[in-house]
């Protein structure tokens, strides 16, 4: 019987697990949907990052970095879950200005799932969103830089217009996280 209720319980686990990987995927795509182009850059400023950090930080780096490969899966697959102003379409995507941030997602959803830990301690969380953050960044400007040519450029166009924007999804993804990481973690 006690053998009967452990395989029911792990069931029970992969399948939470499941959802709350596709759940994530489905977060940061409707966060890519809110999205302000700026003038002067090619990158558009969406709430994807602050919905990267969350899924990282909620469902912890195995399960955070799983989600964000699920998403990157489906904009491969040409479904509309990337940002509408970028006007590429599926695996291109990858190659233009936006690439670089979204191929980092999945490495910044995993460090930031494994900086957080239980999420108890904020000063962990800070660190680990920040962190979030600085990964998303280095991919972006990396892309840019290959596009460009020119360091200077990529980081006018691609990392100085979100710094600003950035602090406050910082405040955010830190007082959201201090608040939902124990519990959901303890489900997961």
């Known amino acids: 019987m006690?053998?009967?209720?452990?395989?029911?319980?792990g069931r029970t686990l992969a399948l939470r697990r499941i959802v709350a990987v596709v759940l994530g995927a489905v977060l940061v795509a409707a966060a890519a949907q809110v999205a302000?182009?700026?003038?002067?850059?090619?990158?558009?400023?969406?709430?994807?990052?602050?919905?990267?950090?969350?899924?990282?930080?909620?469902?912890?780096?195995r399960l955070g970095a799983l989600s964000m490969i699920l998403y990157l899966a489906m904009g491969i697959a040409g479904l509309p879950v990337f940002t509408p102003t970028v006007p590429l379409v599926g695996i291109a995507r990858l190659l233009g200005p936006t690439g670089g941030y979204l191929l980092a997602y999945p490495v910044?959803?995993?460090?930031?799932?494994?900086?957080?830990?239980?999420?108890?301690?904020?000063?962990?969380?800070?660190?680990?969103v920040a962190a979030g953050l600085v990964l998303i960044h280095l991919g972006g400007l990396a892309q840019l830089v290959i596009i460009t040519g020119d360091l200077s450029a990529a980081a006018r166009f691609g990392t100085l217009p979100f710094l600003l924007g950035d602090l406050g999804k910082l405040a955010v993804a830190v007082a959201v996280l201090t608040k939902l990481t124990p519990p959901v973690r303890a489900r997961l």
Do not use: H, K, N, Y
């Open 2 to 9: 006690e053998q009967v209720l452990t395989i029911a319980s």
């Open 36 to 61: 302000v182009p700026l003038p002067g850059t090619p990158v558009p400023m969406t709430l994807q990052p602050l919905a990267v950090l969350l899924v990282g930080g909620l469902l912890g780096a």
């Open 108 to 128: 910044a959803a995993f460090a930031v799932g494994a900086i957080v830990a239980d999420g108890r301690r904020w000063t962990r969380v800070a660190a680990g």
